[in-house]
């Protein structure tokens, strides 16, 4: 069975991204998360991570759709 619940150095991992970069998503609000524990340790839920990763596809869907590669001219 999967954790439910995932360190930043785990969401860090699965996004192939730096843990400070991770640390900057959850502080920014980018990417939800819950702080637990006497000591505050940070802790993103695995289905709000998947959320995450299917609202940045949409955005980068939007984005080349709106952005489309210009013709290269010939040489």
Do not use: C
Not at 9 to 29: F, P
Not at 57 to 68: D, M, S
């Amino acid at each position: 069975m999967e954790a439910r619940f995932l360190l930043l150095t785990d969401v860090a991992a699965e996004l192939n991204v730096s843990d400070s970069q991770v640390y900057h998503m959850v502080r920014s609000g980018e990417l939800p998360a819950i702080k637990i524990g006497g000591r505050g340790q940070w802790r993103v839920e695995r289905a709000q991570l998947e959320e995450y990763i299917q609202r940045k596809y949409a955005e980068t869907a939007e984005w080349v759709a709106n952005n489309p590669l210009s013709e290269r001219e010939p040489d």
